[in-house]
């Protein structure tokens, strides 16, 4: 008897020391954290005395009491219940408030200073310049900690909050993801660029403010990420000129300007060297293009690739650093015949714009056309101009399929698979535009074979339009994560999307929301809840515009 009580006694204390699960609806778990000593800051000014919050699966948990604190909003707890009440301060009338919109400002300007500093540094790299800001390193402490998991509910001005992240117990306080939480406090959280604070912005709500501030902010917001935009777009032309051409960036207001530009960096086809001479009617360029007739033999070495490639990108110059609606149209003049001649053989070329397209009549050019394609010479071409791309070398093989090409991309690392799907749409419409230029009617099957273990993507290139279901899959993803939810009042909405490629140039976007028009929340919201549905819904439609070059139709 003695020899089994002392075993149980024995089984017991073992048992003590091991993690366990408890099977109820309250459980304590040991998980792995990392702390690095973060400060919470809300408007700039630190929460006194907080918490020392920490990263847990991929988000940044808080001390709810500090969060609290911070926004100057009151909470009570009783049992595994918090109740949070704001003050009437997030009580918003969704008829005539413009808080919310401040809300949805702030988060995508926010976003686009982000996707703006990462860009310039790209940009800074490819001229071979230092970076902009200092990179920092996280001084990231890791922990194992017991946290308390299970049957904790928050309410929000009486109203239950349903959180992606599930509330968990620490420290004698409720810690949430704070992530999770922002959109029911109209706040934006940021990780400072040193990786030593959470910057919390309450957007003119949590704060005491007038209707004149509000409306201040709200113009302030929008003004911001209007020129925002425009920078971005300045910005990627700037990347394109740099990528694709390896030309210095130059913004041009005249054609003088112009003509100047090209005549300095375009002067040469091979060892051909050209007079660029240039007119403008309404949005139509047009170019005479002239040499001697003692460079006429050079003329006579070249093929038709290269005239088209360097017509191609005179073109992507003109449109990226003076028009982008620009229509060229112009010619490449025998030196035999004079200027004004009506002699049908005047011009070895001409070429015209078209649907974003360049059309050629090589008719009395007499150089002599390509029989076939040329895989061998289209990877030289790419080895040699296109084998770098954000920092990262890239290697390409080909073999012909009947008239198509198997193009396979071998990045010298699996960067490229890490990248948003910004980055990994860029390349393709640089690899697009760059075999356009040699090829124009020729279909691709292409895929990129990372080094490792990492999964290789396929696409498809066909009448300029660039496919992938890896990339489509990621989009929807992409779409889904960003534009799932929106607010009104202190209700939220969530909605789901899903997009189908119905053939070559048409897409179809279906987005389903999981409540009822005959919800109390969606009746409460009025005319502001069709707006905000219809606003999220807009940015997620637009965002798929921006990556895909199809007709797209919305349910």
Same mark, same amino acid.
């Given at each position: ?50 918490? !020392? ?10 001390? +709810? ?16 219940? #918090? ?14 408030? /413009? ?8 988060? !995508? ?8 500093? !990462? ?18 390193? =996280? ?48 706040? %934006? ?5 040193? /990786? ?32 925002? @935009? ?9 990347? &394109?000129? +740099? ?49 001697? %007739? ?68 090589? %008719? ?23 084998? /770098? ?23 010298? %690392? &699996? ?41 290789? =993507? ?29 607010? #009104? ?13 119905? @053939? ?50 919305? @349910?």
């Amino acid at each position: 008897m003695k020899r089994i009580v002392g075993f149980l006694l024995t089984l017991i204390i073992l048992i003590s020391f091991v993690p366990m699960v408890g099977q109820g609806a309250s459980y304590f778990k040991d998980v792995d954290v990392i702390f690095g000593n973060f400060k919470l800051n809300v408007n700039g000014k630190r929460i006194v005395n907080h918490k !020392e919050p920490f990263l847990y699966d991929g988000n940044f948990y808080v001390s +709810l009491s500090d969060l609290a604190r911070g926004l100057e909003i009151d909470m009570s707890t009783i049992g595994n219940t #918090v109740y949070l009440d704001s003050n009437e301060k997030l009580n918003i009338d969704s008829y005539t408030s /413009k808080l919310p919109l401040v809300f949805q400002r702030g988060y !995508e300007v926010l976003a686009k200073e982000k996707f703006i500093e !990462e860009l310039e540094e790209e940009i800074r790299a490819l001229e071979g310049k230092g970076p902009i800001w200092k990179s920092y390193e =996280m001084k990231d402490i890791r922990k194992n900690i017991r946290v308390g998991f299970g049957n904790i509910s928050i309410y929000l001005d009486g109203k239950k909050l349903n959180l992606d992240e599930e509330p968990l117990r620490y420290n004698n306080d409720i810690y949430v993801a704070l992530d999770n939480i922002a959109p029911y406090l109209y706040i %934006t959280p940021d990780f400072s660029r040193d /990786k030593t604070s959470i910057n919390i912005d309450t957007n003119g709500i949590l704060v005491a403010s007038s209707s004149s501030s509000i409306d201040s902010l709200l113009s302030l917001r929008n003004g911001r990420n209007y020129l925002l @935009d425009l920078q971005r777009e300045e910005l990627e032309r700037r990347k &394109d000129i +740099l990528v694709n051409l390896k030309i210095p960036y130059k913004k041009i207001n005249d054609i003088k300007s112009l003509e100047n530009y090209l005549n300095s960096y375009f002067y040469k086809i091979e060892d051909l060297e050209v007079s660029i001479d240039l007119s403008e009617t309404s949005n139509r360029l047009y170019l005479d293009i002239s040499f001697p %007739t003692n460079k006429n033999h050079l003329w006579l070495r070249l093929n038709r690739l290269d005239v088209e490639g360097w017509i191609w990108n005179i073109y992507t110059a003109i449109v990226n650093l003076y028009e982008e609606d620009i229509i060229i149209n112009g010619v490449i003049k025998n030196p035999y015949y004079r200027q004004y001649s009506s002699s049908n053989y005047r011009d070895y070329v001409a070429f015209y714009c078209k649907d974003n397209d360049i059309h050629f009549d090589f %008719t009395n050019s007499r150089l002599v056309p390509p029989d076939s394609i040329n895989h061998d010479y289209l990877i030289e071409v790419l080895n040699n101009n296109l084998n /770098k791309y954000h920092n990262f070398d890239v290697y390409y093989e080909a073999e012909m399929k009947g008239d198509n090409l198997n193009l396979y991309v071998y990045p010298s %690392t &699996d960067r490229l698979s890490k990248l948003s799907i910004y980055y990994k749409m860029g390349y393709l419409k640089i690899l697009n535009q760059r075999i356009r230029t040699i090829y124009p009617n020729i279909e691709v099957f292409g895929q990129i074979i990372y080094p490792g273990d990492t999964e290789p =993507m396929d696409f498809y290139i066909k009448d300029n339009k660039i496919r992938s279901r890896d990339l489509l899959a990621e989009t929807i993803e992409h779409i889904n994560k960003n534009f799932r939810h929106f607010n #009104v009042n202190n209700y939220s909405f969530r909605l789901s999307y899903s997009l189908y490629e119905l @053939d070559l140039m048409n897409f179809h976007i279906v987005a389903e929301g999981d409540f009822s028009v005959e919800d109390d929340g969606w009746i409460y919201g009025g005319e502001t809840a069709y707006e905000s549905l219809y606003s999220t819904v807009h940015y997620a439609v637009s965002t798929i515009a921006s990556l895909w070059d199809a007709n797209l139709t919305v @349910d």
